[in-house]
Each structure stands twice: as structure tokens, then as C-alpha cells.
């Protein structure tokens, strides 16, 4: 049995763009009659050729049946007539120029398109950007997958819709029409401008061509930087209203009323920026833009989501991309102290929770504002990393003030400084103190020439002119005693080598005075020595005389020590000389070269030390001389040269061949020895090599 479809005059142009026909029932495999459509780029132009090829309905082979037709009219539409087929299964491809949905214009060379249908449902046909890269992936699933045709088209429709708008309704692709009114007419019509965007007709038919080479393969859009490269034109195009313009050129077609394409143009960028919705639920809330490929020109922007949508954002914030942990509603104002770098090099970052955003800042984001007055103190001191361990670096106070709001400034005394300081009151001075009960901060200054100037605490109660026993100040603040020591060597005050002044000290009527900085002198490394071992003063032990326990000074407070050097505690010392005793237990016997620590140690309290296990808190001892076994039978101590020499040799080269092994570094005058294992290409240190420790 055969059927017939009729079209109506194609001067009732409207219905040349429906996808709708008389439906046929049941198994007729052949078709009379017309097939039309409308041909869109942009609209095809008058002229261009359209031809149709029956297919085979299982395998998509032509049969040699064609037919020819032709664009009628600038809108796109087509005919073909008198069609008569034995298969209801046809390819249309249509060739010729179009008109340019972006500039407006008629392009400068020819492209064509292609559309597979089944004209026993319809025969009202539309061939579109979609319906072409559909035929491409229609084949491969017929013969990779042994699917039919149906199933292969409905397969193909979804993926293809998939990879621009996931959430689209949309009809059939051949039934999609750019001037139609579905979501599915208006997405279409945002596809169009974003695979145009700024290119060339030949440059537009190479991206389209790798499209569908793309699609054809596996159903999905894997060309990550494309589709980068098109979202960045579509938020450019919505940013500089280069979209209103598009609007205006379509418009100025005077063809039909032109769908809200703007919205599906501006949903795209969104999506591939990771920006998710934005609508009633989350207005206000912020989004970062993480460009994978860092291609974008756009990546790391921020967006906020407004009544119109997401918009750009600026605030001069720096936003955090290494908190795993996503920022939302739940967790506002939360933050997230987070380790960048690796061990060795690596520091501290803060990030609070704020609108949807990370928002990085400095250590007074973990100062707790529970119940804090403005005008408060909180004070907070870092990390290091193992690099700076090494170099015996203090993590250095920082103190900050409340305002409100949740907000603590860094303490700035001359901010609240409402004096003047001009000639006529040069030399007085300011008291200036932040926070309240047994938690305050006084800053200190003196008017000068250069302004009001930050001065010392003993400079501002006269140490220097105060009655003092071998350069020492006690002064009364506030009902309580607070000393000081003038040390006339090199001092490290606040991160800064100083060459004398008073330092503030803890004070003990036995044990004396305890400077609340570092500092170090240097003592000969044995009689002989090329050169001087660094030793930190203040940690020496100390012996209380009402008992025989060991201290030593560390950061202004007397500690009782774990550890002490073992010429303090072994008996042999007595009536030795320390080069004497060092070299007791320097082996009978070794080759020439070896290299042996000698008795006399010198040891560190409180030290921090990283290892793979994590940070962990120290008292350890080293020796402080080391020795060279000689040829002539002789033990010396290892000279400046071997010295470096014994450093420059302990490299510990880490690269993809020796990842997992383990390097030896022995312990030196200052620092410890250690295992280090080779991880990611750094060595990282496993465990410690002292003579002797206890670990806290």
C-alpha cells in the first residue's frame, strides 16, 4: 500500500517550518509526494541547491534514487516535489551561501549541510547545524553498535543536545527551526551564534568538520580547549551587549520574531565555566572560575550570581583554589587553614567561607570573634616549613586588634595617635595599648624629626638613665615587674640583627637572667680549629644551687631540660681539659678519612622538626667538634675545607629513578643528621640521627 502527503502552497510559508505532517500508520515502507523544509545556517539563500538520496533502511546505503530541489527564498525554505520512494529513509544535503547570524551579513563562501530522516513520520524536514553533526554519529552507532535507525537517531539527539544544554527540552533535531518558540528552536539558535562566533567561513566549516569528526566517534564534545575557546567569545559577546547587536541583525531579517537565544548563549559560558545555576535559591552567592587548561582568558574570574544572571565580580580579593571543601551556605564565614607547597618550601594559607568563594587572607582569620569587644587582642604566631626550620628561623608574633564585623587589623599604634608632633614638642612620647585584663599590647613612641617614631619599652621608661647592676633595668608596669639585659653583641629582635640594646628577659634570683630573644656566640672548635662553632647561648644548662636539676633559657622563661651535654653528667670530665676529654672515645682504629663526632656536645630544647610522619617537637645533642682519621695514624679535627667539602658531597639528588630510595645525611656541629627518602622527586626526611634526644 502506498501513501500520499500534500503540501499546501508554499506562499503559506509558516507551515514549511512545522515538523508536523499527516502521520501514516503501520509498516508502509514506501512514500509519494513532496518534502519540504527549511534549510538554516543561518537561512539558506535563494538558490541553493538541496538534494535528497533514498537510503537503505538497515544499512544507510544510497539506493541510486535522487531527487533535486532548491532553496526558494532568503528565508531557507525548500522543495522538493514529485518525490516517489520504495524506502521511506532519505539524506538531504543542502549547498550554498547563508546568512551570517553574528554579523548580520551574507557570507562570503558557500558550506553544506546534511539531515537524516524518515519521511513516513513526516514530510516536513529541516536541516540544521544539529541534524548534520546527527547523520555523523548515526552511522557510527549503526555499525559499531548494530542499533537501528531509530534508536541510533534518539541516541544521537540526546548526546549532541548534551554537550551544549544537558537540561534542554527539545523535539527532534530535524523539527528544530531557529525562529520556532520551543526552548529546544531557541537553543538551536544560540548554537548557531557560539559555533560562528568570530570565525571565517572557512574557518567556521574546518571547527564545524572537527565537530562532527568528534561526535561521530564517541557521542561526546572532547575538544576541552574549543569549547573554552567558544565560551570565552559567548561571555565577551554578553559582557560588551555584542548579543543585543546579534539580536538586532537577525532581527533586521524582518523574517519571523527571534527566540530568547540570549539566554542559551549566556547558559553555555556559565556551564563551562562551572558556575552551576543561578535562580532565587542561590542570588548572591559567588563562583570561581578554574580554567583546567588555563586557555581561558577569563580563568580564575569571579562571578556573582544577580537577578540577571551570573556577572562578572571584583572586589580586590584573592580567592583560593586549594580548599577542597566547597564554600556554601552552610559553612559561611567557616575557614580553612591549608599547607601549599611540600614540606621543604612549603607555607601556611588561610581561607574563609564567603558568599560561595574561599577568600584568602592572613593568619587573623583564625582569630575566634566570640565575645570579643572592639579593641581587643588577639595574637597569633605560624608555621614554618622545613627550610626555614633549618635555618633556625622563629615564627614571629603577630597582633591584631578587633573593629567589627567580624574584621581584626594588624595593631598599628600611630593610627590612634591624635597628638601632633611638630618641633615644638620634639622627645615626647606615646603610650599606646590594644586589648584588655591579662591580654593587652603597648606600643610605644617618641616624637623626633621624622614624626612620631615607634620606640622600645625600655627606651620609653629611661633604662638607659634608671639606676642599673651590670646592664640591667628593672622597671614597675601596671603593679608588676618587668626586666630587661643590655646585651652589647648581635641580637635578633622582632626578625632583625641588632648590635646592642636591652632585651626583655625573664629573671630568676638563682639562675639570673633569661632574654626573650636568640641569640648566639661563637667558641673555637678545638684548639687547631680553621674556624668557630655557633652555639645559642641562652640554651646552655644552667645549675639551680637549692638542687641539682639542669635549666636552660628559652624565650624569656627557665626550663628544666631533658637533655644536658654528657661533659656536664660523666664523671671522667673531672680534672680534663675539653679537648682532653672530646677525644676519649675516638676509635683505636679507622682508615683515613673517616670522619668521628668527639664528647663535647652542645644541645637544642624545644626544637620543631618535620618528618614524612608529620611535626614534632625536640631536645636533642650533637657533638661539637668533629674529627678526621689521618695517615699518619692521627685523629685531628676536620679542617673549614674538609668541612665544605663534607657538605658539598652530601647532596641528596631525588629524580623519577630513585623515587622510594633512601639518603644518608650525617649530623654536623648544628644540625642533626638524617634518613631522607626520595617522594615526588624531593627528599623528605624520615627520621633524625642525634647522639642523643628525647622527643616531646
Known sequence: MKFTVFSTLFTLGILLWGCSSEN??????????????????????????????????????????SFKGKVINDRGDFSIENVSLDHPY??????????NEVTGKKSNGSIFMKALADVREKSNVNINLLTHLEYERVHTLMEQNNMSIEDAKRQADHEIFAAFYADVDYDKVECLNIFGNSEGDAALLAINVLLLGDESDAGFMERFAMMGQDFAADGVWNDSLLKIKIADFAYKSNRSGRLAEIRKNIESWKIADVPAFETYVNRFWANQYGLGKCDASNLGMRRLFIDDSRSSAFQDSAFKCTENGWAPYSNNEVYSKSVEEECTAENEGEVKVVWEGNPKYGYDTYNRCESGLWVRGDISLTCDTTGVQVGDLCRKTGTINIFQAGMNVTPSERRFAYVGNGVWEECDGLTKITKECSAENVGDKEKIVYGRDDNTLSMYYQCSSDGWTEIDEATFYNCADSVSVSGTCSIEIDGKMVYYKYDDGAILVNGVWMNGGWVKSGYDPELGFCPVIYKTYFVSC??????????DEYNQPKLRESGWVNYYCRAGQWKQSNVVPRQYTDSRKEGLTDMEYDVLDLPK????????????????????LYTIGGWGVYDYCLSRNYYRYRENGSWTLETRSEFEDYLSSDHLGCNAE?????????????????????VSGYAEPVEYIFNHYEKK
Open 90 to 99: 532519505v539524506l538531504l544535503e543542502v549547498n550554498g551561501y547563508y546568512r
Open 24 to 65: 501514516v500508520s503501520g509498516g508502509n515502507e514506501t512514500f509519494d509526494g513532496n518534502v519540504i523544509g527549511v534549510t538554516q545556517k543561518g537561512p539558506f539563500l535563494e538558490g541553493s541547491s538541496v538534494t535528497m538520496q533514498e537510503l537503505d533502511g538497515s544499512s544507510l546505503a544510497q539506493t541510486g534514487k
Open 658 to 678: 630513585t623515587e622510594g630510595e633512601k639518603r644518608y645525611s650525617l649530623p654536623r656541629n648544628d644540625e642533626p643528621g638524617a634518613v631522607y627518602q626520595c
Open 526 to 535: 678545638g684548639e687547631g680549629s680553621e674556624f668557630n662553632c655557633e652555639v
Open 589 to 608: 682504629e679507622a682508615k683515613v678519612g673517616d670522619r668521628v663526632g668527639g664528647l663535647l656536645e652542645t644541645c637544642w630544647y624545644d626544637e620543631e
